[in-house]
């Protein structure tokens, strides 16, 4: 990414000038361009959902070709992580009183939290069915396109003990005994704890929609949880925090966007969903943000270079081993929806890098050492780069007529991908 051509060849991106979700007359349209056109229009490789080419990240085991294999992929290429440098756990080290009084006040008293129940139909009530069927007579609206992208989020918040997991790889913070009493085990366990919420809730409002196929999106969870993910943290905290930083406000934008867009199609209980959810991100991305604050404010060359790795790794969202049982590009092909209906597109990646960028305060830091001012200059050139790469890729789309993908979570019903 340190230059063009290598940004373009490890960053994917697809923009679309006008969001808009498919009526379902348009869903069974025969699509109308030719093999040889879409063959013709190759789109320009830049930022996209952040996801790496899959054969760079993982390889396929062939030997695990069948519906009854655990996981679907294998990581070969990945690599024993580089130890976390001393001067950087000892930083963390000194963050513990910080952390019993800036983090732990983010988190809400259980008696005060929202409760999946709380937006649902009451199965003990007598009035349940009829509840029930007032959902699906509002789910019925939803396009199909839209419910790909609700399914997505939803299989994405259901994977969470892969990033509870994954959270105590970070080294200096980690619960080591699964009941620590220490800030970070208290903030990890009771994060995890408020995010399971996320996903009971989205799952519970589609099985009563009855508009998906819950046996395949079960399918696509198990296999994302058995695959894990790799975020290329290396157990550093540093990249963790930037990471965790940038990801919260992902899904506080995925998850406002889908709430804006159910609001527009008339579902507003479902838009209040959404956004109860996308509200506890943003606080979680207040928090995580807070400590990277922290970082430079201790450590700024060390922050500054942490911030610059991440951006060169490109931040992989949680999800990107997706896979349904079947479909080998099935997390592309949802990023591709996501990104044609303005759920999260390659412009939210670059803006909030804009975002975190204000945010630290990244471009007037000083007494930087000089491999960290190189990085500084890096990052703060990186998001106008996307941007315009982006807005190139709008260009050449214009009047492209879409590709068409079956998706097993709504029946194997075909959707319009962005080119």
């Not at 969001?19 to 830049?46: D, N, Q």
């Amino acid at each position: 990414m340190a230059s063009k051509g290598l940004l373009e060849s490890q960053m994917r991106v697809a923009t679309q000038p006008t969001p808009s979700f498919s009526g379902r007359r348009r869903l069974e349209e025969k699509p109308t361009s030719s093999v040889a056109s879409l063959r013709r229009w190759k789109p320009l490789k830049v930022v996209m959902t952040s996801s790496p080419p899959r054969e760079r990240q993982v390889m396929r085991d062939t030997t695990l070709h069948d519906h009854k294999a655990l996981t679907p992929y294998q990581p070969w290429t990945r690599h024993e992580p580089e130890q976390v440098p001393v001067e950087k756990l000892e930083v963390i080290a000194s963050l513990d009183s910080w952390a019993q009084e800036n983090l732990l006040p983010l988190l809400k008293p259980v008696s005060k939290s929202w409760q999946p129940q709380d937006f649902l139909p009451d199965a003990s009530s007598e009035s349940f069915f009829d509840e029930v069927r007032e959902l699906q007579s509002r789910a019925r609206e939803l396009p199909d396109d839209y419910l790909v992208c609700l399914v997505g989020d939803m299989i994405t918040e259901e994977a969470l003990p892969t990033y509870q997991t994954m959270f105590n790889t970070f080294e200096g913070v980690r619960d080591k005994t699964g009941c620590s009493p220490t800030p970070w085990g208290v903030w990890i366990r009771a994060w995890t704890a408020e995010e399971n919420r996320h996903g009971d809730l989205l799952n519970r409002y589609l099985y009563l929609s009855g508009r998906v196929d819950m046996c395949m999106v079960e399918r696509t969870t198990q296999y994302l949880i058995g695959s894990g993910m790799e975020p290329h943290i290396d157990q550093n905290p540093y990249n963790g925090f930037i990471y965790t930083s940038f990801q919260e406000r992902a899904t506080f934008i995925s998850h406002g966007n889908t709430a804006r867009h159910a609001k527009q199609l008339g579902e507003h209980k479902l838009a209040t969903i959404c956004g109860i959810i996308a509200s506890d991100e943003k606080r979680h991305e207040i928090a995580y943000s807070r400590i990277v604050s922290k970082l430079f404010e201790l450590d700024p060359s060390g922050t500054m270079l942490s911030f610059q790795e991440m951006m060169k790794k490109k931040i992989t969202m949680p999800a990107h081993l997706m896979y349904d049982g079947d479909n080998d590009h099935l997390f592309d092909d949802y990023s591709s929806v996501a990104q044609r209906c303005g759920v999260y597109t390659a412009q939210d990646y670059a803006s909030i890098m804009e975002h975190l960028i204000d945010l630290w305060n990244v471009k007037s830091l000083t007494g930087l050492s000089s491999e960290a001012q190189k990085a500084q200059e890096f990052v703060c050139k990186l998001p106008a780069r996307i941007h315009r790469l982006a807005e190139r890729t709008q260009r050449r789309a214009r009047g492209e007529v879409p590709r068409r993908r079956a998706f097993s979570w709504i029946h194997n019903k075909e959707v319009d991908l962005f080119l």
